[in-house]
């Protein structure tokens, strides 16, 4: 598949390289595969307010346990709530907690890792508590950190970051160190730019790419270890609307109503493997090992 | 051999005193009044008053750090307020359960992964491949917990062939043990299975492709010879690095599995402690189990740089 690529590489040398990625970005199966999935969950989540018109909070006793149908899409809860109510705004919130882990990650993973590959001096000194804090087990420390600063979907995001960073920030380090030896950039030296100007010139841009397929596996760790911690109750509190929360739940009730689990955990699992299979794609296409056989 | 694990133990250090420093700041990092959100919001003024001295915080910080770091070194981690004995001491009770769940799990993981990527490897673009990285996809996909619940509705409530959930410790019943922690290690295991069936199939298809393997098929020797002894040996060199990140991965997923089947280990008591809000037992539990991973991880490389001679850490 590679090499049918790499042809078209060369005879479309003149293209913008983002041009060239984005084309074999959507000729590659699983990419385009995983884009699909990760699409359905994010639409979902967006569309929210207009595709659900129930309270994904208001109860109805007398509606409890109904299995999925025509009346109720994917059926009620113990406390006859909506499901799909439920399920469509907790895709919302994934969505946006995944999406400010991811941000936050690239601003200050990419401030991280380019401050330490760059500057020797502030190396050793950056990556020593980079490395603390990857030795930690990245759910315990998730779960410390929310059980420090109170259960809030914002915590949640806070401590997320907090376990996820030093990885983000160490791939970022080992591009930039590369790069920093670089002959073009130590021509950049010699005619005189700025360290700001190198890194964000001529550094970061050729560091994005390995990031970018970091980025994109983080968003599905970030939606499952959400879902984790408020399967484990130490996330949003409950009765939010996310999908560990309705599993949590629904475990009292998996004999009479599994569906209360299962809806909740394909959703989860649709997720996950669209943003497995799209960070593949990107990893594929971007990879620099790929670039150089070019 | 000694001079790796030596020198390992020495970068250890700074990466354990950060640890040891960052568990020391979490109990103080709650807002407002430490010991307040401690206490309860049913507890009296005089209770806090009480608890604050007990923990030590009505204390100038620079005090308390050095107290801290005294404890470490006498082995006194603090006292769980939950259960009214020693950090370490519950910490010791706890481990070995969680420890032998993640070992079952790792021979799991190393059991379906190594196979799978071997076979995908051998028959490279076949269906199998393609069917043992679709599976190796899905495992890697399905949170842990969702595919213990599913196990539990499955196995345990409508074909009643194991428990749904509870603890056997394997001194008393090593069969009961093996029926109650069977499902547990399984979900635990999947994501690392499918994980390791893409490392292994890529580095089985990195060393089939090297000369020796040419000459050795050449020399006319049985394929099967070929591939378990000369391809398989040098295929799991770099397998022996990705233990440590899967042990780690283990101890970190077993904390929700743990919850999930009612197992008495680190990861329960770690949420049981973090629910109750008894800090000093999370901060102690966070910092042992932390340290446990690294000297893992030292082990590994230890016997990383054994099994390639090449190998050789600055």
Same mark, same amino acid.
Not at chain 1, 242 to 262: L, Q, S
């Given at each position: 598949?590679?090499?049918?690529?790499?042809?078209?590489?060369?005879?479309?040398?003149?293209?913008?390289?983002?041009?060239?990625?984005?084309?074999?970005?959507?000729?590659?199966?699983? @990419?385009?595969?995983?884009?699909?999935? =990760?699409?359905?969950?994010?639409?979902?989540?967006?569309?929210?307010?207009?595709?659900?018109?129930?309270?994904?909070?208001?109860?109805?006793?007398?509606?409890? =346990?109904?299995?999925?149908?025509?009346?109720?899409?994917?059926?009620?809860? +113990?406390?006859?709530?909506?499901?799909?109510?439920?399920?469509?705004?907790?895709?919302?919130?994934?969505?946006?907690?995944?999406?400010?882990?991811?941000?936050?990650?690239?601003?200050?993973?990419?401030?991280?890792?380019?401050? #330490?590959?760059?500057?020797?001096?502030?190396?050793?000194?950056?990556?020593?508590?980079?490395?603390?804090?990857?030795? @930690?087990?990245?759910?315990?420390?998730?779960?410390?950190?929310?059980?420090?600063?109170?259960?809030?979907?914002? +915590?949640?995001?806070?401590?997320?970051?907090?376990?996820?960073?030093?990885?983000?920030?160490?791939?970022?380090?080992?591009?930039?160190?590369?790069?920093?030896?670089?002959?073009?950039?130590?021509?950049?030296?010699?005619?005189?730019?700025?360290? %700001?100007?190198?890194?964000?010139?001529?550094?970061?841009?050729?560091?994005?790419?390995?990031?970018?397929?970091?980025?994109?596996?983080? =968003?599905?760790? #970030?939606?499952?270890?959400?879902?984790?911690?408020?399967?484990?109750?130490?996330?949003?509190?409950?009765?939010?609307?996310?999908?560990? +929360?309705?599993?949590?739940?629904?475990?009292?009730?998996?004999?009479?109503?599994?569906?209360?689990?299962?809806?909740?955990?394909? &959703?989860? &699992?649709?997720?996950? &493997?669209?943003?497995?299979?799209?960070?593949?794609?990107?990893?594929?296409?971007?990879?620099?090992?790929?670039?150089?056989?070019? | 051999?000694?001079?790796?694990?030596?020198?390992?133990?020495?970068?250890?250090?700074?990466?354990?005193?950060?640890?040891?420093?960052?568990? @020391?700041?979490?109990?103080?990092?709650?807002?407002?009044?430490?010991?307040?959100?401690? #206490?309860?919001?049913?507890?009296?003024?005089?209770?806090?008053?009480?608890?604050?001295?007990?923990?030590?915080?009505?204390?100038?910080?620079?005090?308390?750090?050095?107290?801290?770091?005294?404890?470490?070194?006498?082995?006194?981690?603090?006292?769980?307020?939950?259960?009214?004995?020693?950090?370490?001491?519950?910490?010791?009770?706890?481990?070995?359960?969680?420890?032998?769940?993640?070992?079952?799990?790792?021979?799991?993981?190393?059991?379906?992964?190594?196979?799978?990527?071997?076979?995908?490897?051998?028959?490279?673009?076949? %269906?199998?491949?393609?069917?043992?990285?679709?599976?190796?996809?899905?495992?890697?996909?399905?949170?842990?917990?969702?595919?213990?619940?599913?196990?539990?509705?499955?196995?345990?409530?409508?074909?009643?062939?194991?428990?749904?959930?509870?603890?056997?410790? =394997?001194?008393?019943?090593?069969?009961?043990?093996?029926?109650?922690?069977?499902?547990?290690?399984?979900?635990?295991?999947?994501?690392?299975?499918?994980?390791?069936?893409?490392?292994?199939?890529?580095?089985?298809?990195?060393?089939?492709?090297?000369?020796?393997?040419?000459?050795?098929?050449?020399?006319?020797?049985?394929?099967?010879?070929?591939?378990?002894?000369?391809?398989?040996?040098?295929?799991?060199?770099?397998?022996?690095?990705?233990?440590?990140?899967?042990?780690?991965?283990?101890?970190?997923?077993?904390?929700?599995?743990?919850?999930? @089947?009612?197992?008495?280990?680190?990861?329960?008591?770690?949420?049981?402690?973090?629910?109750?809000?008894?800090?000093?037992?999370?901060?102690?539990?966070?910092?042992?189990?932390?340290?446990?991973?690294?000297?893992?991880?030292?082990?590994?490389?230890?016997?990383?740089?054994?099994?390639?001679?090449?190998?050789?850490?600055?």
């Amino acid at each position: 598949m590679s090499d049918v690529a790499d042809a078209e590489g060369i005879a479309l040398k003149r293209e913008h390289p983002a041009r060239t990625a984005l084309r074999r970005l959507f000729r590659h199966r699983l @990419f385009v595969t995983g884009l699909f999935l =990760f699409a359905i969950v994010a639409g979902i989540g967006a569309a929210a307010p207009w595709i659900t018109d129930i309270d994904p909070q208001r109860l109805s006793m007398r509606n409890k =346990f109904l299995p999925p149908g025509e009346a109720w899409v994917f059926g009620t809860d +113990n406390f006859g709530r909506s499901l799909w109510s439920r399920v469509v705004w907790g895709a919302q919130l994934s969505m946006i907690i995944g999406a400010s882990v991811v941000a936050l990650n690239a601003v200050f993973g990419t401030l991280i890792g380019a401050l #330490a590959g760059y500057f020797k001096r502030l190396d050793n000194a950056l990556m020593r508590v980079n490395d603390a804090l990857m030795a @930690f087990p990245a759910i315990l420390l998730a779960i410390a950190v929310t059980s420090v600063l109170g259960p809030s979907t914002l +915590n949640v995001i806070l401590a997320l970051s907090i376990v996820y960073i030093p990885r983000t920030a160490r791939i970022v380090r080992s591009s930039v160190i590369v790069l920093r030896e670089m002959e073009y950039v130590q021509a950049a030296v010699a005619a005189g730019a700025g360290h %700001w100007r190198i890194l964000r010139r001529h550094i970061l841009p050729n560091a994005m790419a390995p990031m970018i397929v970091q980025l994109s596996f983080l =968003f599905a760790y #970030a939606v499952l270890s959400e879902a984790t911690l408020s399967f484990l109750g130490v996330g949003a509190v409950p009765p939010t609307p996310t999908w560990g +929360n309705i599993m949590a739940e629904g475990r009292d009730f998996m004999r009479e109503a599994p569906w209360i689990i299962t809806i909740p955990g394909v &959703m989860l &699992m649709i997720t996950v &493997m669209g943003l497995n299979l799209l960070g593949d794609g990107l990893r594929d296409v971007l990879d620099p090992r790929l670039r150089i056989q070019q | 051999m000694v001079g790796v694990a030596f020198r390992r133990l020495l970068s250890a250090i700074p990466v354990l005193l950060i640890v040891s420093l960052i568990t @020391f700041g979490l109990m103080r990092l709650i807002p407002g009044d430490p010991a307040a959100a401690i #206490a309860g919001v049913s507890a009296t003024p005089a209770q806090i008053e009480q608890l604050r001295r007990d923990l030590g915080l009505d204390q100038p910080l620079h005090l308390q750090l050095l107290d801290y770091y005294r404890g470490l070194a006498r082995g006194d981690l603090g006292r769980s307020l939950l259960l009214g004995k020693g950090v370490f001491a519950a910490t010791m009770e706890r481990l070995p359960v969680t420890i032998g769940l993640s070992l079952f799990a790792l021979a799991f993981t190393l059991l379906i992964g190594i196979a799978s990527g071997i076979v995908a490897a051998l028959r490279q673009n076949s %269906w199998v491949d393609q069917a043992a990285m679709m599976f190796a996809m899905i495992g890697i996909s399905v949170p842990n917990f969702f595919l213990g619940l599913l196990m539990i509705i499955l196995f345990a409530v409508h074909l009643g062939w194991l428990p749904s959930g509870g603890y056997v410790p =394997f001194g008393e019943d090593p069969v009961g043990w093996l029926r109650s922690m069977t499902m547990p290690a399984f979900s635990l295991a999947l994501l690392q299975a499918g994980l390791l069936a893409r490392i292994t199939r890529s580095s089985m298809l990195e060393v089939l492709r090297q000369d020796y393997i040419r000459t050795a098929k050449a020399k006319g020797l049985p394929h099967r010879k070929v591939v378990l002894k000369h391809a398989l040996s040098n295929a799991l060199i770099p397998i022996v690095t990705v233990v440590g990140i899967i042990v780690s991965l283990l101890l970190s997923g077993a904390v929700v599995t743990e919850a999930l @089947f009612s197992i008495p280990g680190m990861g329960q008591l770690l949420t049981q402690a973090v629910l109750s809000r008894d800090y000093p037992m999370v901060q102690g539990g966070l910092l042992l189990v932390t340290t446990f991973l690294v000297m893992v991880n030292i082990t590994v490389d230890t016997l990383y740089a054994v099994l390639d001679p090449r190998v050789r850490y600055e």
